[in-house]
Nanobody
Framework: QSQLVESGGGSVQPGGSLRLSCAAS????????VGWFRQAPGKEREGIAC?????????YSQDSMKERFTISKGRAKDLVYLDVSSLKPEDTGNYYC???????????????????WGRGTPVTVSW
């Protein structure tokens, strides 16, 4: 069964950092773009960053995202990370990774372009 599994979320204080992981099983991330999304309570899901399949180009949905979010691929196969620093309470939400059906560059920040999704990992930022 093809699935994505996110991990690494948790409760942190403002200013803290997290490394979120996205692992694929049952299928490969080769020739697929991978995106990270988040959904805050009561808000719509928004794209954060994506990475292409071949030469690992990275794209961020907003310039401000580049300051605190970093998407990268792990040395292990089929593993993608999202590093988040200087966490703020407004970063609270569920964080999802998603994979496309094929490779495209630039990759997309639209959820509609990603048919494969994990169940998310929760991040809570508070004192």
């Amino acid at each position: 069964q093809s699935q994505l599994v996110e991990s690494g979320g948790g409760s942190v204080q403002p200013g803290g950092s997290l490394r979120l992981s996205c692992a694929a099983s049952g299928f490969t991330l080769n020739s697929r773009a991978v995106g990270w999304f988040r959904q805050a309570p009561g808000k719509e899901r928004e794209g954060i960053a994506c990475i292409t399949s071949r030469i690992d180009n990275t794209y961020y949905s907003q310039d401000s995202m580049k300051e605190r979010f970093t998407i990268s691929k792990g040395r292990a196969k089929d593993l993608v990370y999202l590093d988040v620093s200087s966490l703020k309470p407004e970063d609270t939400g569920n964080y999802y990774c998603a994979a496309s059906n094929s490779s495209f560059d630039p990759c997309s920040h639209s959820a509609a372009d990603y048919p494969y999704w994990g169940r998310g990992t929760p991040v809570t930022v508070s004192w």
